[in-house]
Nanobody, 130 residues
Framework: VQLQAFGGGLVQAGGSLRLSCAAS????????MGWFRQTPGKEREFVAA?????????????VYRTSVEGRFTISKDNDRNMVFLQMSSLKPEDTAVYYC???????????????????WGQGTLVTVSS
């Protein structure tokens, strides 16, 4: 399984970015997907997660860290095995390396905990200037 995150870059405060995560050899219906971020010297922190597809292809649950609720939106494209993080109203404190990750669909209750994830992408840097 490989996860590749991309779409990071430099943006001014108040701006927007869309991160993408491409999953290979991974079935969207089998895994819940999450985004985390990390800054130097700090623990990797949870940003958002979206659950696996329901049998009809819909996703039911999403969850966000409090500080990004209303500004970030996680979504997925099951046909392309991709997950997205639309980030708006960005703030300098959103600056970090962002990682996408996959967690077994049986562990949804643990999606906020990085140690529970099974697969990780390589990270993409987001820099928000003030």
């Amino acid at each position: 399984v490989q996860l590749q995150a991309f779409g990071g870059g430099l943006v001014q405060a108040g701006g927007s970015l869309r991160l993408s995560c491409a999953a290979s050899s991974l079935t969207a219906s089998s895994y819940d997907m999450g985004w985390f971020r990390q800054t130097p010297g700090k623990e990797r922190e949870f940003v958002a997660a979206i659950d696996r597809s329901a049998p009809d292809g819909s996703s039911v649950n999403t969850v966000y860290r409090t500080s990004v609720e209303g500004r970030f939106t996680i979504s997925k494209d099951n046909d392309r095995n991709m997950v997205f993080l639309q980030m708006s109203s960005l703030k300098p404190e959103d600056t970090a390396v962002y990682y996408c990750a996959a967690i077994s669909a049986t562990k949804w209750r643990y999606v906020r905990f990085s140690a529970k994830y099974d697969y990780w992408g390589q990270g993409t840097l987001v820099t928000v200037s003030s």
